[in-house]
């Protein structure tokens, strides 16, 4: 059964300087480096991987004034089920980026939180660093 679940990051950058980046369906090869070249045809992102697999989701909904998108994996990975949505939201300090996804392998053993959440979080703190030093969404 597919979970919920969530990883953030908070960020002293202001929100439409982090939605810069987070709002560009190809943005993720710049702070993600498991990604390394990303196509966006009409509403089909594919997404290469430093390993050469292949990923490919469907952009679904987007509003930029609420700075939010969500997006589904449709091919590539071994899931019955994944759905995502970044938003930036305001912060005294800055922004809070967060990442929600629902997930659910073809193993119903496998615990999608297990092994997405941490890598997620990882790319997360590592654009927070780029974000922060002026590297992206300048």
Request: hydrophobic content about 35%; glycine content about 8%.
């Amino acid at each position: 059964m597919a979970e919920p679940f969530f990883v953030s990051v908070d960020v002293s950058v202001p929100p439409d300087r982090a939605w810069s980046v987070i709002g560009d369906p190809c943005g993720i090869t710049s702070w993600y480096p498991t990604y390394v070249s990303c196509e966006v045809d009409g509403d089909r992102r594919t997404l290469r991987r430093a390993d050469g697999a292949k990923l490919i989701e469907r952009l679904l909904n987007r509003d930029d004034d609420r700075r939010t998108y969500s997006y589904m994996v449709v091919a590539g990975l071994p899931l019955r089920y994944h759905h995502a949505r970044f938003s930036v939201d305001p912060t005294p300090d800055g922004c809070r980026i967060v990442w929600e996804t629902t997930a659910e392998h073809h193993d119903p053993l496998v615990n999608m939180q297990e092994r997405l959440a941490g890598r997620q979080r990882e790319a997360l703190e590592g654009l927070k660093r780029l974000l922060e030093a002026g590297e992206l969404g300048g």
